[in-house]
């Protein structure tokens, strides 16, 4: 019976968290407490192309990428993310080094997490960036 009731459910209800990169102990903690404390979904892409393959199949509602990536960093993978549905709001958190100087153009709907952050932190932004 419940396979049948989410099967019904309207599709544009479901969020869906991308997180990206990062080291396994990492995201699967962000997953369990995301999944519980934000009512996200989440998928965890290891790679910038795993992500935008992802992207392109589920349309998430926000984007976790830090700025290191091993292939290219997380400003050149927003963008890439953004042309895949240029009509569509992409919120995205990057996260970045304490103390680190990013150079990147103004976008209202990219916010930077400095590491180390609390999931408190996390999960104010997450809440904030729900309600827009």
Do not use: C
């Not at 962000?30 to 999944?35: E, H, P, R, W």
């Not at 830090?66 to 953004?82: S, V």
């Not at 100087?101 to 590491?115: A, G, T």
């Amino acid at each position: 019976m419940e396979n049948v009731m989410v099967s019904q459910r309207k599709p544009t209800s479901t969020r869906f968290l991308l997180i990206v990169g990062g080291r396994e102990a990492t995201w699967k903690g962000l997953q369990k407490a995301i999944k519980q404390e934000a009512r996200y979904l989440t998928l965890v892409a290891q790679t910038g192309e795993e992500a935008i393959h992802f992207a392109r199949n589920i349309q998430p509602s926000l984007v976790l990428i830090p700025y290191h990536l091993p292939n290219l960093n997380g400003m050149e993978l927003y963008r890439r993310l953004k042309t895949i549905a240029p009509e569509k709001v992409l919120p995205a958190i990057m996260i970045m080094k304490e103390g680190e100087k990013m150079h990147h153009e103004h976008l209202s709907d990219l916010h930077l997490l400095e590491e180390p952050y609390s999931l408190d932190t996390l999960f104010q932004l997450l809440k904030h960036l729900s309600k827009g």
